[in-house]
């Protein structure tokens, strides 16, 4: 029997609201439980009643109201039952008094998002644990699935949440925005966090698939969410810009054959243009704040590269003077290094390879592919093949991720025979 | 309340290196911290070195052995600690940032309640 289209659209509704709603009925069910395990359990049943009650009487005008309400309603419950059991827990502390209000859950139900942003990406975490505390909570990704994006085994990753919760309880980590002294630092967390799950997504660090689609999105839903929260902060346009602009390049930088398409060789038409706009008004909008922030020099390079119709009329003067600022208010050896290649596109692979000299010496780089294919790169196109083919021999071991593989081994063959002619 | 425990961990040599003067701020930056933090300070003390330490190990073999040293040997050894109050880590880590450790740092850590 083929599935009820009735059905059909209840299970798409809830998909939906899983993956826009999450973070809104979790964070408001957090308030109530003040206990981040029991909250996702109520979440969890609210989502599977949905499926449920939603065949029956058609989906609700407010899905997230709908959910919100339920979740907390059986958390309500819970904490009745197990009143004596739950004494021992630690709760999580809120900066407001706990009133009469896990009595009435139905009614104002607060949007408690920032609250569960900051307590995901608190310092007092480590950065791994913060990412993970991310995607589960924030997104509602399974332990399975966050363990797979990085990697790790699921028990890895269990006991990493795990360790982080009971952390949050019972050192004290507030359910609350931090107030207004503290708060540029924290939200410099949280774009850090987001950042990180994005170029986990846009280059996999292993295996076979050069991007990883499902967290792109995962990070561009993030980016949104914060920047509907937080719509004055230049560091969140900026990073929610330096998204949209690089994943517009998503469906080039593949080639017909599977192989990596560089940006010099990608088809610039098939660049999703609606993306590119957005992207470079967030730009201009973030800019306006001085100094600029790292992610809107990020985006604002990305940008020149999204307005250049082919990669020769890329402004390669207006890019290096904006690494020029961003090396100046972010000294990291990664910057260095792409300011370098920018400095090779602009002056020619000599200076380019001059520029990247001084780094090979940085300790940060000694595993760093990007380096080894980048000194390749230029002395490839000065013809110094022999040196070339050792630097594109280093790069290969310094990358898992097969599409950047097959990219460098390709360059390598190119050059494999010394020269005849 | 709660309550949490802020160890300061410091390097012994530079304090047996520090001169009477250096040694004389360094304190007196230790009284101008619980002056401005006396609404929070529950407690407090430096510890003699590591050399005057003594450890007992074996508690539920009914013969410990009791040797000489710190539990752990370290080049930066625990060498005072301050109970505080604080209404949550972040108020907590706001007093522990301005612990005067010229020759190390501090580990804040939650004070652990029974009821």
Not at chain 1, 48 to 72: C, I, Y
Not at chain 1, 83 to 90: C, E, S
Not at chain 1, 94 to 102: K, M, V
Not at chain 1, 302 to 308: K, Q, R
């Amino acid at each position: 029997m083929p599935p009820d289209p009735a059905d059909a659209a209840v299970v798409a509704a809830v998909a939906d609201a899983h993956r826009h709603e999450w973070a809104f009925v979790l964070a408001a069910t957090v308030r109530v439980t003040r206990d981040l395990d029991l909250a996702e359990e109520c979440v969890q049943d609210a989502y599977a009643q949905a499926l449920r009650t939603w065949v029956e009487r058609g989906v609700p005008a407010s899905p997230g109201a709908w959910l919100t309400t339920v979740a907390r309603r059986r958390a309500v419950d819970v904490l009745r039952r197990d009143a004596t059991l739950r004494r021992a827990l630690p709760l999580l502390l809120l900066d407001e008094q706990p009133g009469a209000e896990p009595e009435r859950p139905d009614d104002h139900i607060p949007d408690d998002r920032l609250r569960l942003v900051f307590t995901c990406c608190h310092p007092a975490l480590a950065e791994t644990s913060q990412v993970a505390l991310t995607l589960r909570l924030l997104c509602g990704l399974t332990t399975v699935e966050v363990a797979r994006a990085f990697l790790v085994s699921e028990s890895t990753m269990a006991a990493r949440i795990t360790r982080a919760k009971h952390k949050i309880a019972a050192a004290g980590i507030a359910y609350r925005v931090p107030p207004g002294e503290e708060l540029p630092a924290r939200v410099d967390a949280v774009l850090t966090v987001i950042h990180l799950v994005f170029t986990t997504g846009h280059t996999a660090p292993a295996g076979a698939d050069l991007m990883r689609r499902d967290l792109v999105e995962r990070a561009l839903d993030l980016a949104r969410m914060l920047a509907a929260l937080l719509p004055d902060d230049p560091g969140v346009l900026g990073l929610l810009a330096l998204i949209l602009l690089t994943d517009a390049r998503r469906e080039t930088r593949l080639g017909a054959d599977g192989g990596l398409q560089l940006l010099a060789d990608q088809d610039r038409r098939q660049w999703d243009q609606a993306a590119i706009r957005e992207g470079a008004e967030l730009v201009r909008r973030a800019l306006r704040h001085r100094p600029p922030g790292r992610f809107a020099l990020m985006a604002a390079i990305a940008a020149v590269h999204s307005v250049a119709p082919t990669w020769d009329d890329t402004d390669w003067h207006e890019v290096v003077g904006l690494y020029d600022v961003l090396v100046q208010i972010w000294p990291s050896p990664v910057v260095a290094l792409n300011r370098a290649v920018a400095v090779g596109f602009e002056q020619g692979p000599e200076a380019g390879l001059a520029a990247l000299e001084p780094l090979t010496a940085e300790p940060q780089l000694a595993g760093y592919g990007y380096l080894a294919a980048a000194r390749a790169d230029f002395l490839r196109r000065l013809g110094r093949n022999v040196e070339a083919r050792h630097a594109y021999e280093e790069a290969l071991l310094l990358t898992e991720n097969r599409a950047e593989q097959a990219f460098l081994a390709g360059r390598l063959s190119e050059i494999a025979e010394p020269n005849r002619t | 309340m709660p309550q949490y425990l802020i160890l300061l961990y410091e390097d012994e040599q530079s304090w047996a290196e520090a001169s009477d003067e250096k040694s004389a701020e360094i304190l007196a930056e230790h009284g101008a911290f619980g002056e401005r933090h006396r609404d929070a300070l529950r407690g407090g003390s430096a510890l003699q070195p590591q050399a005057t330490a003594t450890t007992i190990r074996g508690w539920n073999t009914g013969s410990p052995t009791v040797t000489d040293g710190p539990f752990a040997e370290t080049k930066e050894a625990l060498g005072g600690f301050y109970l505080i109050e604080a209404a949550d880590l972040d108020e907590a880590l706001a007093i522990a940032r301005d612990v005067p450790t010229p020759f190390g740092g501090v580990e804040v850590r939650p004070v652990r309640v029974f009821d």
